[in-house]
């Protein structure tokens, strides 16, 4: 939810403030501005799926000469991958709620599909490059990003940026 609707669904998480310009003191507020939640969320996401790519070489068995630039360009990748897939992951999800779907079910039919499809994709685009054959090794790779993916999502929804997880 973001902070305006907040106020008006009267939700929990945003206080007016007991003290500012009208009580004779300085405005203060616990509202986190969105925009910095949102480069906080897509510096993590960048950060654990630069992992997920480092954890990607003993598990495919990859033969990488420079571990780091490896890692670079897939997590990258997969960065904006994921930021061209959020429109569809959020047509997807807006769809399964407008039809009345129970939200776990919504969310496991966009987010959780849209991400396997998109880790998928990075790993044959690895196998390919590297000319290694798709083995179930790689199914377990896709699952740990999938599952990296889901972990972020509830980070998001804690930081209140129930809205912005859509997006990577």
């Keep these: ?16 403030p007991s003290s500012g310009p009208a009580y004779g003191g300085p405005l203060k507020s616990n509202v986190r501005p969105l925009h910095m939640i949102l480069v906080g969320l897509v510096l ?34 997969r960065l904006l991958l994921g930021l061209a897939l959020g429109i569809l992951i959020a047509w997807l999800f807006g769809t399964a709620t407008d039809a009345n779907v129970p939200d776990v079910l919504a969310y496991s039919l966009s987010f959780v599909f849209v991400r396997y499809v998109a880790w998928l994709v990075v790993y044959v685009l690895i196998a390919k490059a590297h000319y290694i054959p798709i083995k179930v090794r790689g199914q377990w790779w896709v699952c740990l990003g999938v599952a990296t993916n889901v972990a972020l999502d509830g980070l998001a929804v804690v930081a209140g940026a129930d809205r912005i997880r859509l997006w990577c």
Excluded: N, Q
């Design 44 to 77: 993590l996401k960048f950060c654990v799926y630069f992992a997920v790519c480092i954890a990607a070489i003993p598990m495919l068995e990859l033969g990488v000469a420079d571990r780091t630039s490896f890692a670079l360009r897939w997590s990258g990748f």
């Design 1 to 16: 939810m973001f902070p305006a609707d907040m106020i008006h669904s009267g939700c929990a998480g945003l206080t007016l």
